[in-house]
């Protein structure tokens, strides 16, 4: 007993002597901490390029400037922008900044690019994002600092795209819009044209009719609704968002219990259609070729959608008909190709981009094969600018077309696609012009913070100084 | 006429000229009652950019041509008699592929039997294939058709220009003999085919693809037939054996490349090996062996991907080579990309466009006769409207023999 009185005294001596230090302590914790949120407001603190050539896009290019980005953002950009003494700075000389590339389309960042169910509004690709996938270190590295994630070319109503910058740690971290648009392909996957369309319709119907309905004050049961009409597809229930791969290889006995949140995902794709029949949200087509595209623009007067053309190679024989829209189109990667027409024999080099041009409807590009097997070039977006240059654009006009034009066309030209005050400073510091074949990306600097360094890219290095391992 | 072509120049020099390509026939030319249009075969084309490949500082200058060859290179030429003038920015010699399936068709590949040696790519290229017109439109003026390598003894390659009269767009008919020292041999094989079938062959294996290029040989060079193959092709093997005939191997790893010198030096040959993805690995013992490689894996891919085989893609594999002396060339399609991509991973802008213009002439020991701009070559030229190797060019024609074709009708 008594030597648990003492025991307990001592205790309590000792927390007598603790308290004040442990007041000290958390003075010291607390001024610690202060002193790392001043070292990571370092980290963030303002960063100049200076002396390079910048290349705004909006506006005649700087010959020698100076860009100030402060907390992500670009304070100062200009001949003579003074320089906080605070600001870490980055020396230009002799190099070339740019706005970073809008990758206007790409299914890439997807670990699946497509479903197997055909009619799957209510995905969203967000779910399917890997940050650390391939795809966006090769953003990184070849200059792309925002993309359109959008669900593949083989799915019919495939999902919501979603618009990423390609550097963060978790989706979240790189989103921009989660919900940027409803992805429709025309390229039937499974029987033919008139049924795929046939499909498509009743889904925009279905949509139609429940927004006709709301407007009228009927309060229709979304999920409901389809069921007292009889238009349940005659396929198994769709599956709920998240792995569906593995709820295919399910029995259907498991799936039963799935049945409610089936409804829930059939509202949920409902309303995601209700928004594009509203124009509310805009719709991303996929044509294959030049006669989807006339489908395409059937679709868009009857149910009013704001579309996205994504266009198949051979879609090229539609342009005369897009021109009428005067509405950016997204073209495919290949954009040289030889064709033979099949009754005159006649071998024929058909050049999309020219043809595109004399048809006066602008337009973006995309790259292909990211770790596929590719034609050389296609792969960057400064090969495909540099390919309309050789086919009679102009370098200003290319370069626009993979920066600012596709931002304008996914609707976050706002925040990226130019070097202007207040934009995010999402750039680019080249070792020379743009378009030219000898010019490296040297730096890419998302949101103001380097991502991408050439010097401590250890991958380039070991392609460019090839040894046996 | 002196006095035009000088105008000729000043107008050019005012800079008021975005579009080069200039073209005109003479009054003289008339008068004497010539063909106003492509018929006459004398040209006078004026560079601002001349790149000869072989080996002279590029610069502006001047290429006379009569009869389909060269005449003269200089810096100015004086003309006094008629001939078609044109002006142009960049001007290179036809780039020449030595790995081409160009016309190829009925099969690129024998799937009966493994040894043809004697089998001829000459006898089944279309002339009129689109091949040709894409390959002109590219700027290539000669190919080396290659058959495909299913088979161990795939055939013969032969030489051809890409336009021209079937006599003279002729280099070589029944030339090099062709060895596939690879896994492809092994593809065409199916686990449960009929034994009688043609799915039912040796080899199955890559061990077998050597077993028997060795049996072959061995009962070549001990006076007998080979097995199962007609005599012809125990000639034609003969003829490499004795080093009259030249050979090339397919080979793509490693210790494929190996394995076809080791062979070669077994029985006293030496293959050029074409495709090459993995010689930068054996480099030394390569360049130690004289090793030459015709390399093709560049064609595949600029971004990170595999080849054929698994090979890993290495991008400055030809930087590698230069360095070691190795002689090689590109080869494969779109060449001028691959120069292009060539000069971004490493190589300097001359060694760029020597490795799919002169060098694949030297590879195929047709030096004296195409790849390079000189007096006495074949009029075999690429005119652009920038530096051929920067990726906005475009080319406005392809020179085969002195004629021309394949204008690009967009740049005018």
Same mark, same amino acid.
């Given at each position: ?138 953003? =990184? ?51 033919? =044209?008139?049924?795929?369309?046939? +499909?498509? +319709? ?92 006339? !489908? ?110 596709? !931002?304008? =066309? ?60 | ?63 006379? &041509? ?86 161990? @003894? ?117 293959? &050029? ?12 013992? @390569? ?126």
């Amino acid at each position: 007993m008594d030597h648990g009185k003492w025991q307990n005294l001592r205790e309590r001596q000792e927390q007598a002597m603790i308290k004040p230090f442990s007041k000290w302590f958390a003075c010291v914790t607390a001024l610690l901490s202060l002193m790392t949120s001043t070292s990571h407001l370092a980290a963030d603190a303002p960063l100049a390029i200076q002396g390079a050539k910048i290349i705004p896009v909006v506006g005649d290019p700087i010959p020698i400037g100076t860009i100030l980005i402060r907390d992500g953002k670009i304070e100062a950009i200009g001949k003579d922008v003074v320089i906080p003494g605070e600001a870490k700075v980055i020396d230009g000389t002799g190099k070339v900044v740019m706005p970073g590339f809008v990758d206007a389309h790409n299914s890439a960042a997807m670990t699946s690019a497509n479903e197997r169910n055909e009619i799957v509004p209510f995905l969203s690709v967000v779910d399917s994002i890997d940050p650390v996938a391939a795809y966006f270190e090769e953003c =990184r590295r070849n200059g792309i600092t925002s993309a359109a994630v959008v669900p593949g070319n083989s799915t019919l109503i495939g999902g919501q795209a979603a618009i990423v910058k390609t550097a963060g740690q978790y989706v979240n971290d790189m989103l921009l819009k989660r919900d940027a648009g409803l992805k429709i392909s025309l390229r039937p996957a499974s029987g033919n =044209r008139m049924s795929q369309l046939a +499909r498509l +319709r009743k889904e925009l119907d279905k949509a139609k009719k429940a927004i006709e309905k709301e407007a009228k004050g009927e309060k229709p049961d979304a999920a409901s609704e389809p069921k007292k009409e009889g238009e349940e597809t005659p396929k198994p229930p769709e599956k709920p968002e998240g792995n569906t791969e593995e709820s295919k290889d399910e029995s259907g006995a498991e799936r039963q219990p799935d049945n409610a949140n089936d409804a829930a995902s059939q509202a949920a794709g409902l309303e995601a259609l209700k928004k594009a029949v509203k124009g509310e949200q805009p719709v991303y087509i996929y044509c294959e070729n030049g006669m989807d595209v006339t !489908a395409a623009l059937q679709l868009v007067s009857e149910y009013g959608l704001k579309p996205i053309f994504v266009l198949g190679p051979s879609c090229y024989k539609a342009a005369e008909l897009l021109a009428k829209r005067n509405e950016t189109v997204i073209l495919d990667a290949s954009l040289v190709f030889w064709e033979t027409n099949p009754r005159t024999r006649e071998d024929k080099k058909i050049i999309v981009p020219q043809i595109f041009r004399t048809a006066k409807v602008p337009f973006v590009f995309q790259t292909e094969g990211f770790g596929a097997r590719t034609s050389l070039g296609s792969s960057f977006f400064w090969y495909q600018a540099a390919t309309a240059v050789k086919y009679g654009m102009s370098e200003k006009e290319a370069i626009e077309a993979i920066t600012l034009l596709p !931002a304008k =066309r996914i609707g976050i030209d706002n925040l990226v696609g130019s070097l202007e005050v207040g934009k995010d400073a999402d750039l680019l510091i080249l070792t020379g012009e743009p378009l030219s074949i000898s010019t490296w990306v040297e730096q890419t600097i998302i949101q103001g913070k380097v991502v991408y360094e050439r010097s401590k890219d250890d991958k380039i290095k070991r392609l460019l100084a090839p040894v046996a391992e | 006429m002196h006095r035009f072509v000088f105008e000729l120049a000043e107008w050019h020099k005012s800079g008021a000229c975005a579009i080069v390509l200039f073209w005109t026939t003479l009054i003289p030319c008339a008068a004497l009652g010539q063909d106003k249009d492509t018929g006459s075969d004398r040209f006078l084309i004026r560079a601002k950019h001349l790149y000869c490949a072989n080996g002279q500082k590029d610069g502006p200058g001047e290429v006379f &041509i009569s009869g389909g060859k060269i005449k003269f290179v200089g810096p100015s030429i004086d003309v006094s008699s008629p001939v078609t003038i044109i002006e142009v920015d960049s001007l290179m010699p036809g780039i020449v592929d030595a790995y081409s399936s160009l016309g190829l068709t009925g099969g690129t590949s024998e799937v009966s039997r493994e040894i043809t040696p004697e089998f001829d790519t000459y006898s089944a290229i279309y002339w009129g294939s689109r091949d040709f017109l894409e390959a002109l439109g590219d700027g290539v003026t000669t190919v080396q058709v290659i058959p495909a390598t299913e088979s161990v @003894f795939s055939g013969l390659a032969c030489i051809v220009k890409t336009a021209g009269d079937l006599g003279g767009r002729t280099i070589a008919s029944s030339g090099t003999a062709v060895l596939a020292v690879s896994s492809d041999p092994t593809s065409r094989n199916r686990a449960r085919a009929r034994p009688d079938g043609i799915y039912m062959r040796q080899p199955t294996n890559r061990m077998g693809v050597v077993w028997i290029i060795r049996s072959s040989m061995n009962r070549v060079r001990s006076g007998g037939n080979v097995a199962g193959a007609d005599p012809l092709s125990t000639d034609l093997l003969k003829e490499v054996l004795q080093g009259k005939r030249k050979s090339l191997a397919v080979s793509r790893t490693d210790f494929d490349i190996r394995s076809a010198l080791d062979v070669g030096d077994e029985f006293g040959f030496k293959p &050029i090996i074409y495709g090459g993805d993995e010689v930068y690995r054996i480099l030394d013992e @390569f360049k130690k062996r004289d090793g030459q490689v015709v390399y093709t894996a560049l064609a595949r891919s600029a971004a990170t991907s595999r080849g054929s085989e698994g090979t890993a893609l290495r991008w400055n594999v030809p930087g590698k080579l230069i360095e070691a002396q190795i002689p090689f060339c590109l080869a494969g399609e779109s060449l001028l990309d691959q120069a292009r991509f060539a000069c971004r991973f490493g190589l300097s802008h001359e060694q760029a466009l020597a490795a799919i213009t002169s060098r694949p002439a030297e590879m195929l020991g047709l030096s004296d006769r195409i790849g390079t701009i000189a007096t006495e070559m074949d009029a075999d030229l690429v005119a652009l409207n920038g530096d051929p190797l920067q990726p906005t060019s475009g080319i406005l024609w392809t020179m085969v023999s002195g004629k021309i074709y394949g204008n690009d009708k967009s740049k005018q």
